[in-house]
């Protein structure tokens, strides 16, 4: 039995936590090198906030996946 995400759930789209944690703490070269600034440039656009959340959507979130909303 597979689930089918709802549409207004909050969740669907947000990546998994073992892939938000490698985009947290993966390794990123130094801004002071011509190297790393083009990998800078090339990159700065890929950090999407999470949408912002009706306090209805806020009680559906599991308690665990709730941080990943403070922003």
Known sequence: MSHVPDP???????????RMAELILGGRPQRDTYSGWQHYRAHR???????ALTPDQWRIVPAARRTDYDL
């Open 8 to 18: 207004g759930d909050p969740l669907v789209g947000l990546p998994p936590r073992p």
């Open 45 to 51: 656009g890929r950090l999407v906030p999470p949408p």
